[in-house]
């Protein structure tokens, strides 16, 4: 069965330091989200990535997060400046269509910043 | 925005058992989702729900749309211990042919052997 694969699944980051996230969405599948979530709460709405360009984002999403799908395949979360509040779980989903269809979500990527 | 209220918080009961959990939403659900999630790990597509009065079934797991569109139940019959985890719902937002699913809390089972 096709599947979401991010990586990598533990990252631990000196604050202020970049990080990049990777997904592989899969692959019939046009729209593409990253989800955050805090130890103990809620599943967050990050971005949403629809042909090549960001379709809407949340107010966590601030200049220090960027996305991209540099090839066509893989599809990337940058934070530039890791701030200890970044700490989180990070999910990839993706869809065949923008709405009124199942989300397939990754594993994970547990980002911790000391 | 989309908010969606799930109860109870938590709920802890005895293998065997029969259970029911909730997701209200402050609007009309456009699609209705029910997600599970172990502890630290992905989520786990279970069923979507689209249209007032919808019910689906996957083995054990019955989800239900109201018709109003406005509440969603997930009721697990006999419950095991391979049930337990946190069980989300989420719904799409209406904006268009592109939306964000957001979700709920999440309610914390746990399956007493």
């Known amino acids: 069965e096709p599947e979401v694969t991010q990586t990598p699944s533990h990252q631990v980051t000196q604050m202020g330091q970049e990080v990049i996230l990777r997904c592989v969405p899969i692959s019939n599948h046009l729209y593409f989200y990253w989800y955050r979530q805090i130890l103990g709460q809620k599943v967050e709405f990050l971005v949403s990535?629809?042909?090549?360009?960001?379709?809407?984002k949340s107010e966590i999403f601030d200049d220090q997060f960027s996305v991209e799908r540099p090839d066509g395949s893989n599809f990337t979360l940058k934070i530039r400046s890791t701030k200890l509040e970044d700490s989180a779980m990070y999910f990839c989903?993706?869809?065949?269509?923008?709405?009124?269809?199942?989300?397939?979500f990754g594993q994970g990527t547990r980002l911790t910043v000391v | 925005s989309q908010e969606l209220e799930q109860s109870p918080q938590s709920l802890i009961v005895q293998e065997g058992k029969n259970l029911t959990i909730n997701c209200t939403s402050s609007?009309?659900?456009?699609?209705l989702y029910w997600y599970k999630q172990k502890y630290g790990e992905g989520l786990i597509f279970l069923m979507m729900?689209?249209?007032?009065?919808e019910e689906k079934s996957h083995e054990k797991i019955t989800a239900k749309l109201d018709e109003k569109k406005q509440q969603s139940s997930l009721h697990i019959t006999a419950s095991q211990p391979s049930h337990a985890g946190i069980y989300l719902c989420g719904a799409d937002g209406y904006t268009g042919a592109n939306s964000k699913l957001t979700f709920g809390k999440g309610i914390t089972l746990s399956v007493r052997p």
């Open positions: 729900l689209q249209k007032g009065g």
């Open positions: 990535f629809y042909n090549n360009e960001i379709s809407e």
């Open positions: 609007k009309t659900l456009y699609g």
């Open positions: 989903a993706s869809r065949v269509q923008g709405i009124n269809t199942e989300a397939f």
